[in-house]
């Protein structure tokens, strides 16, 4: 039995959804919760195996709720369910660990479908933003990613993660076992190299190219 939490801030789609779900005998759903700060309580009382989650509530969103609940409750999925399809709701929904994105007019057996293959590590993304996520990996990819280390030595590209990852020149120079003013030159040549000038337009650099992951 798959035990599903659903949190929606509109009451009627919760109950909808409730009613869609109940349909099928292999599914429970455990409760309802009306925004992100309420899901979390309903997840650590009753450990669901999925989540499926609005995005734009009041209080703490789905996005704050889904990042939250991944890090604190690895072993639940979080299925996002919005009706929008916007890209800064889609990229930040996977980036905090979301499992699948579907919309609001996504098909009964479509959902149902989504929801027993997310709990066995399927994804499910809605056509309709599944060619977003593809251009954005696409922009990620392995040759914009050697276009970096082209321009970049291998110690500086190791500086440039460190520098991305948010440690300072002492905590980079302690990690690397060098010299703080050796880490301060390194910086600098980076910048040069990559035409920026600071800490954070290298580290939206290195995001980008795919040295990292957005955490």
Known sequence: MIRVLICDDQEIVCEGLSKILSSDESISVVGTAGDGAEALEQVEKLQPDLVL??????????????RQIRNSYPDTAVLILTTYDDDEWLFDAIRSGASGYLLKDT???????????????KTFVDPSVAGKLMSDIALRSTPKKSTLTALLTDRELEILILIAK????????QRLFLSEGTVKNYSSTIFSKLNVTDRTQAAILAYRYGLIDIP
């Open 107 to 121: 098909p009964r057996a479509d959902l149902i479908d989504a929801i027993k293959g997310t709990v066995i590590g």
């Open 53 to 66: 989650m609005d995005l734009k509530m009041p209080g703490v969103n789905g996005i704050h709720a889904t």
């Open 166 to 173: 948010g440690y300072n020149n002492a905590d980079i120079a």
